[in-house]
């Protein structure tokens, strides 16, 4: 052996043992916790998901070129295979749950999960329309539906979490929280699964928008860039112990009224209503309620010189 091989022999040594020590001492601070084996795997999701879009839309994103039968054909296929990635991943979370936390769930759950979702996909369908049709309609830049479609990650990224938002429901977190994140390395939009958002939803641009858990955001609302939608810091006496597919989720993020445009840059905390028709200005900070019909800006920049 070379002296830059034994070198580099040493330097894996040293940092396999390295890494095992700190592997012990994690442990050692979680002497409650097992160790699960198992866990959801991000590339047979990040397929599913590619599959469940080709489904949605076989023309547009799927390609499919051909009659109404063999559309049909086209899209069972695509189902058959997007649900059994599903079926698998959604299995892994609930082993994992049990290893991890000893939640047990019948056997035959992730399959009634995945029938249960995959009679969601119409209503998620129509959904995606009203927005792509919202984006369309909002921005003048676009020349096609299809365009909107394809290209806007806007559209991406609530195409991801409609979807998600349907397995979160269904009780599968982990799964629909890989869905998300997926999205947002995608397009730097980050909506947790567990958000409630209503049709002809619109994200200009997109990057840096935030939007929460437990945030509700009504029908035909536009966001614009580096919005967050987020939640004030919690102030805990005990540390956070629950854990678990069915824990606990507190309140914490505002609610979003009808027809509300919400301005590059704003950041509205905690559980705070924003009436319908309002309209919220760039770089604004709200921590308070918002009535319908306002309108809230900051002051103008003042010229100088």
Do not use: K
């Amino acid at each position: 052996m070379s002296e830059p091989d034994e070198d580099r022999h040493r330097a894996i040594d040293h940092a396999t043992r390295a890494l095992a020590t700190a592997r012990m001492a994690w442990r050692q601070a979680q002497p409650s916790r097992r160790h699960p084996a198992d866990f959801p795997r991000r590339a047979p999701i990040a397929r599913a998901v590619e599959l469940l879009a080709d489904a949605l839309f076989p023309g547009r994103i799927g390609g499919f070129t051909g009659d109404a039968a063999g559309e049909d054909r086209f899209v069972a296929a695509l189902l058959t295979d997007a649900l059994a990635l599903l079926d698998a991943a959604i299995a892994a979370e609930f082993a994992y749950w049990r290893n991890a936390a000893g939640v047990e769930a019948a056997n035959d759950r992730p399959a009634e999960i995945v029938r249960l979702f995959a009679g969601t996909l119409s209503r998620v369908r129509a959904l995606l329309d009203t927005d792509v049709a919202a984006i369309f309609r909002g921005d003048p830049a676009a020349r096609s539906v299809d365009e909107i479609l394809i290209c806007y990650p806007g559209a991406t990224a609530i195409l991801h979490h409609r979807l998600a938002h349907e397995l979160d429901a269904l009780g599968a977190p982990i799964v629909a929280r890989i869905i998300s994140e997926i999205a947002n390395e995608r397009t730097g939009i980050d909506i947790h699964p567990g958000a409630t958002i209503g049709p002809g939803f619109f994200i200009d641009h997109g990057t840096g928008v935030v939007i929460g858990e437990t945030a509700v955001i009504g029908a035909r609302v536009r966001l614009y860039q580096h919005v967050t939608l987020g939640a004030r810091t919690p102030h805990r006496s005990q540390p956070r112990t629950e854990s678990g597919p069915s824990a606990e989720r507190i309140a914490r993020h505002p609610i979003v009224g009808d027809d509300v445009v919400i301005y590059a840059g704003a950041t509205i905390l905690g559980r705070v209503t924003i009436g319908d028709r309002a309209v919220i200005g760039g770089n604004v900070w709200l921590l308070q309620d918002v009535a319908a019909g306002s309108v809230i800006m900051q002051p103008e920049a003042v010229a100088v010189g």
